[in-house]
């Protein structure tokens, strides 16, 4: 081995020390300056110490890490060279930090002797993502005695990734040329990795993170870690009696909800299962005294707009993101996290909630259940056009206990949520830090790929995963279906595509009023005429187009063995109308 090939060595340490911290999947984009990170990954994947997904699309590589890492709860790496392609990660990034989501970007860099020379490929990339994830920089390397200190970066950049909060961080890796191994020495993996504790023979991370009793206090955080819970102190001093009309609004990354749990609730999808639901559409018609805000709902406008109402006292309380949910600023009180103590049992709890205020929640909530129903009674019996309200309404139907469901932004979250009929035991996924559309379809291929491997790294022992997104989202991450001959594929996905033609959300909005018929359609409804079919057939995916009462027996029909597309074909037309409908209850 020749001692020169810094660029080979620092790489076989960095993902040997990427596998110690517990690293299963990584996502690797080709490129010229990370040649050896590739080379060291396909040598460990080779050798099943890690499940390797290559990808030609930076920015379907991100979100793929990001979907891996969602299900998983561990650290997703996405390989990538230098220049743009270090950019096209930057929208994953944000989902993951704005979602406290553990992926790493890995990016290799030239060296800093080109930086600011108009040598090619080379661009300011430290720092890349700005406030959205923190760098560790791994310094040039000069000699092999180093290793320490390049095993040292790693955990650093693993341990960004955890504290204070789970986020992505950028392990950002200069290198010299030679980029690939030297002649004969492919396969010399041990030659780098030393002795004694630096050994092949020894599984630890060179840092090991320990906690502390207060940092290793549960949460009722739905990700682990994404912050502490809060003393009980903080929420003794609340009065629960009946006296008080207490309503809860969970957002989808509120996790369980403790000594909340017996209150009058509306919950997103993706949030824990309350015992006392209450329908989004049912919020505007209650009085409460206090809302408790857990986590960031961001779904309904209506539910928003009660934070903001005169005489409600507001409680903000911080669920897995790091932030406080305080649009209006009407928030009062903050709190960390739910204390762990949970609730105060049945009867007593009943009591606290106010059995008036339980009934006058639940018979708003069925006067608004009833509404939808009766409306997606309507489509059923060809009254007025489907909308992905009718499609959403089907997908709930088809799922069941063990799935996961992963719903795509804009309007088919909203249908979710308006549905209201989710079955137990669904675990949903909802790219909500940012709401983009951009990389939904890489995210679930990757919740896919992570549920179908099992413990002892089996495929297919995870279970279904079940997509539900509108067709532009589908149409602007197309490439996730590119999925090479030799990589790992879901078991088991489906990929349920609501296409009304366009952005059916803007028909709901302010731009969607009447005023602006006139260049509507053009610049919010953006039709387009893709061959769904076409396209699927092209990347090799198998595709139907069901009715919507067709849907549910194709979702029942248990598992379909690998990736399939199921377009079902919806209208915009009279959108609007519906809406206000089903809201004018």
């Known amino acids: 081995m020749n001692s020169a ?6 790489s076989r340490i960095v993902v040997d020390e990427l596998l110690r911290h517990g690293v299963r999947d990584v996502v690797l984009c080709p490129g010229s300056r990370s040649a050896g990170v590739a080379f060291a990954l396909a040598a460990a994947a080779a050798e099943e110490k890690v499940r390797l997904h290559v990808r030609i699309d930076e920015r379907s590589a991100g979100y793929l890490a990001l979907g891996l890492s969602l299900d998983s709860d561990l650290p997703v790496p996405v390989v990538v060279t230098s ?3 270090v950019a096209n990660l930057h929208p994953a990034i944000i989902e993951a930090h704005e979602s406290c989501v553990q992926v790493i970007a890995v990016t290799a860099n030239r060296p800093p002797s080109l930086w600011g020379s108009g040598a090619n490929q080379t661009i300011e990339q430290h720092r890349a993502f700005g406030q959205h994830a923190p760098t560790a920089h791994m310094p040039l390397a000069r000699d092999l005695a180093e290793a320490p200190r390049w095993r040292s970066l790693v955990g650093r950049a693993m341990h960004l990734s955890q504290d204070p909060a789970p986020g992505p961080v950028q392990l950002d890796l200069p290198f010299v040329e030679p980029l690939v191994p030297d002649e004969g020495d492919e396969d010399d993996t041990a030659a780098f990795l030393g002795s004694g504790a630096d050994s092949a023979s020894n599984p630890n991370p060179w840092i090991t993170r320990l906690m502390t009793p207060d940092a290793a206090t549960p949460t009722t955080s739905a990700r682990p870690g994404c912050g502490r819970a809060a003393p009980a102190a903080h929420f003794a001093g609340l ?5 008080t009309r207490t309503l809860v609004i969970a957002g989808s990354d509120a996790g369980e909800l403790g000594p909340l749990a017996w209150l009058p609730t509306f919950a997103e999808p993706g949030a824990s299962v309350p015992r006392h639901s209450v329908h989004p559409l049912a919020v505007p018609a209650l009085a409460p005294d206090r809302v408790i805000v857990v986590g960031r709902p961001t779904l309904h406008r209506p539910v928003n707009k009660l934070l903001s109402r005169d005489g409600v006292e507001v409680f903000a309380v911080r669920g897995r993101s790091h932030l406080y949910y305080n649009p209006a600023g009407a928030a009062q009180t903050q709190l960390p996290a739910l204390p762990a103590a949970a609730a105060p049992d049945s009867a007593d709890a009943e009591w606290q909630a106010g059995a008036e205020w339980l009934a006058e929640a639940a018979d708003a909530n069925a006067k608004a259940k009833q509404a939808v129903d009766a409306e997606l009674r309507k489509s059923a019996d060809g009254e007025v056009p489907p909308t992905g309200m009718d499609v959403a309404s089907a997908v709930m139907a088809g799922v069941s206990e063990g799935d996961a469901l992963f719903v795509g932004a804009s309007n088919p979250i ?4 308006l549905v209201d009929a989710l079955p137990e035991g669904v675990r949903v996924f909802s790219n909500r830090g940012a709401s983009g559309i951009d990389g939904n379809v890489s995210t679930a291929t990757g919740i896919a790929l992570s549920r179908g491997r099992g413990e002892d790294k089996s495929e297919g022992a995870g ?4 997509a539900l997104v509108g067709d532009l989202t589908f149409l602007y991450d197309i490439g996730a279906l590119l999925i090479g001959p030799g990589e790992p594929r879901p078991a088991d996905l489906t990929i349920v595509v609501a296409n009304d033609s366009g952005g059916g959300i803007f028909s709901l909005l302010e731009q969607g009023d009447e005023r602006f018929a006139t260049h509507f359609e053009r610049v919010f409804g953006t039709p387009h005429h893709a061959d769904l079919a076409a396209l699927c ?4 995916i198998a595709y139907a187009t069901p009715g919507i009462d067709e849907l549910p027996g194709l979702l029942v029909g248990g598992t379909n063995g690998g990736v399939r597309v199921l377009e079902v074909r919806t209208s915009r037309r009279g959108l609007r109308e519906r809406h206000r409908r089903i809201g004018g209850w």
């Open 463 to 466: 279970g279904r995963t079940i």
């Open 414 to 417: 909203r249908d979710v949520s």
């Open 239 to 243: 009065d629960f009696g009946p006296e």
């Open 537 to 540: 057939a092209g990347y090799g």
């Open 83 to 85: 220049g743009t392609a």
């Open 5 to 10: 090939n810094l660029s080979t060595a620092q």
